[in-house]
């Protein structure tokens, strides 16, 4: 089965600039997250998504950060106006979760390559 | 506060040879430990999932190994190659009744050389 897509791979911004990431999740899976890894750390969860529903966000700096999923399939991240640590990777996750029980713990997220953003 | 420590932050080591990458994690309510192989440029892969009763799973020349008492993971890298060489993220899954949530650690940079 095909992957997590994500676009652009690569994106260089100045501060105060607007920027948007997109990301195709497997098809079929319900459940979509954004995540921020910053280099040298973990992934920190931005938004999750079930179907086109926001499960959690957070995380989300939502003073400048702003996610939506069309019709419950693609989903866009977009940052107004960018900041100089907001330099990171931007991966996308999907996964056929599809409720909140005890089992939502174990399901496996399938992770994309992830958009490199560097803010000079 | 949940947290994920994972140690050493980088090593490096021969081809052929075996290391051992350590997590320990302070995440309640536990529901399960995940290690996870990230390419550089990629998004990270699981290799290995267990669950609070398993102390131990393989997954080909990966072996993770799980003590919920003291709360430590390990992953066992056997007969290394130069494929291997990517950061570990070790992740701890908690599940609080209505959701779960993911607590990643920072990662273990492995080089593997010749």
């Known amino acids: 089965e095909a992957g997590v897509a994500q676009s652009p791979r690569y994106k260089i911004i100045e501060k105060r600039q607007s920027v948007a990431f997109w990301c195709n999740p497997i098809s079929g899976h319900a459940t979509l997250y954004w995540y921020q890894q910053i280099l040298g750390q973990g992934p920190k969860l931005l938004i999750q998504?079930?179907?086109?529903?926001?499960?959690?966000d957070s995380q989300l700096p939502k003073d400048r950060f702003s996610a939506e999923r069309l019709k419950g399939v693609d989903s866009t991240l977009k940052i107004q106006p960018a900041k100089l640590e907001d330099s990171a990777v931007y991966l996308c996750?999907?996964?056929?979760?599809?409720?909140?029980?005890?089992?939502?713990?174990?399901?496996?997220?399938?992770f994309g390559p992830g958009t490199r953003l560097t803010v000079l | 506060k949940n947290q994920v420590e994972q140690s050493p932050q980088s090593l490096i080591i021969l081809e052929g040879k075996n290391c051992t990458l350590q997590?320990?994690?302070?995440?309640?309510?536990?529901?399960?430990l995940r290690w996870y192989k990230q390419d550089t440029g990629r998004g990270p892969v699981s290799l290995t999932i267990?669950?609070?009763?398993?102390n131990t799973k393989s997954n080909g020349r990966y072996t993770a190994t799980l003590d919920a008492d003291t709360k430590q993971s390990s992953l066992h890298i056997t007969a290394s190659q130069l494929s291997d060489s990517a950061s570990y993220i070790c992740v701890v899954s908690a599940f609080s009744g209505t959701a779960s949530k993911l607590t990643f650690g920072t990662g273990t940079r492995l080089q593997v050389t010749l």
């Open positions: 267990m669950t609070f009763s398993e």
């Open positions: 997590c320990n994690y302070t995440v309640s309510p536990f529901s399960n």
């Open positions: 998504f079930q179907n086109n529903g926001v499960v959690d």
């Open positions: 996750a999907s996964s056929s979760l599809t409720s909140g029980g005890p089992e939502s713990s174990y399901n496996e997220q399938f």
